[in-house]
């Protein structure tokens, strides 16, 4: 836990490190995006603070944002993620953090999730950080909401690539919307 990988930047957990998975596929949120989307979740009018709530990371590779949520006080912490290898890596760094009590983790495809556990469901704060142009958010945020994974008025944090375009789901709005270098970041409220 010590050493190079990610690292937690706020919360009871701040300066912990976790090795991240190695791929082509995961592009982690940048240390400094991160701690500004927590910045604006924690102090801009309108959001939802992590401290208390039932979080989702969605396309979670690394689960950078997840377990920053985690470190920041989350209840609950569901992350989503297709791949196997990915997922055995988010349960071994609950562990290692000591919070695998609070964090499930589901294998599905995001676009064809299961129903939630009670205590998984439904998230007030949800992270949508899938692969740059992959065209997957929009699908995974109607079928989440659906499915019953998402509060309605929960905030749903999205990022996607700078150029990409991207139009939220009928009922989603958006709240606000930053660039930070190669991200877009967008908030929105779920319907």
């Known amino acids: 836990m010590s050493g190079g990988g990610l690292r937690i930047v706020g919360g009871i957990h701040r300066g912990r490190r976790f090795a991240a998975p190695q791929g082509p596929a995961l592009r982690p949120t940048a240390e400094r995006t ?12 309108g959001m939802i603070e992590p401290s208390g709530a039932v979080v989702l990371d969605v ?3 690394t689960g950078a944002l997840g377990f920053e949520a985690l470190s920041r006080g989350a209840r609950h912490l569901s992350f989503i993620e297709h ?7 988010l349960r071994e760094t609950a562990r290692a953090l000591g919070e695998a009590d609070k964090v499930a983790v589901v294998v599905c495809d995001a676009e064809h999730p299961p129903r939630p556990s009670t205590e998984a ?5 949800a992270f949508f950080d ?12 109607t079928a989440l909401m659906v499915r019953g994974w ?8 999205v990022e996607v ?12 709005r958006l709240v ?4 930070y270098g190669a991200a877009r970041v967008l908030f929105l409220a779920a319907p």
């Open 34 to 45: 991160r701690e500004a989307i927590f910045d604006i979740l924690e102090h801009a009018p």
């Open 59 to 61: 396309f979670a590779g």
């Open 83 to 89: 791949d196997r290898a990915a997922a055995r890596h």
């Open 121 to 125: 469901a439904p998230a007030t704060l």
């Open 130 to 141: 899938a692969p740059y142009a992959s065209t997957l958010t929009a699908p995974a945020l």
């Open 150 to 157: 998402i509060a309605s008025g929960a905030c749903c944090v």
């Open 161 to 172: 690539g700078v150029d990409e375009a991207f139009a939220a789901p009928t009922g989603f």
């Open 176 to 179: 606000d919307g930053r660039n």
